[in-house]
């Protein structure tokens, strides 16, 4: 109820049973499923748009043909897609980790990620960030995700500095318009 009244108009989620109680008790609300839902099949676009939900953040792992074949389906049933395409990659399946809570006593599933995989760590003699992905940036398949109708582009911004998320927002806006530019002069 505190959130709809403060004008909370959509909830990003992961539990299925939040899904059910959200839209039995609150029918109006926008639900956009998390890229930890794993979403990765054409099943699963069905079931969640049985299920109203308004925007799929598809699984991080999708080759650029599955996000379009994906897209295509949930869009025949009314459902946007959304794709991430920049940030810290976590070392788990669609940032499925529980390694924040075995060495910190938080969940990283539930918006505390301590960014342990960032760490230095030493095994023997040696010392390094064995954990640590390189982040993703997808700015060289910008042109294939418009091609691929995606709705929306996540950008990760978990304990970045607010300067470094504008700069990185700012940028892939540029870009989109640029692209938007393109398209209309090319009618």
């Not at 920049?86 to 924040?100: D, E, F, I, N, R």
């Not at 109708?149 to 300067?163: F, H, T």
């Amino acid at each position: 109820d505190t959130a709809m009244a403060a004008g909370i108009k959509a909830f990003i989620i992961q539990d299925m049973g939040l899904l059910y109680i959200l839209k039995k008790g609150y029918p109006e609300a926008e639900i956009h499923v998390s890229t930890q839902a794993t979403t990765h099949t054409e099943g699963q676009i069905r079931f969640l748009s049985k299920c109203g939900v308004n925007r799929i953040n598809l699984a991080r792992e999708l080759t650029i043909d599955e996000v379009r074949k994906l897209t295509a389906l949930a869009h025949s049933l009314g459902t946007e897609t959304e794709v991430f395409v920049h940030g810290s990659y976590c070392l788990s399946y669609s940032g499925q980790c529980y390694l924040c809570s075995f060495l910190e006593g938080c969940s990283g599933n539930r918006g505390l990620c301590q960014q342990n995989c960032r760490r230095l760590y030493r095994k023997g003699a040696r010392t390094d960030y064995f954990l640590n992905l390189k982040d993703n940036s997808a700015i060289r398949f910008t042109e294939e995700l418009a091609l691929a109708g995606v709705d929306s582009l996540k950008i990760e911004g978990r304990i970045k500095s607010p300067a470094y998320v504008y700069s990185v927002v700012k940028g892939w806006k540029l870009l989109a318009e640029n692209l938007s530019d393109e398209g209309a002069a090319a009618e």
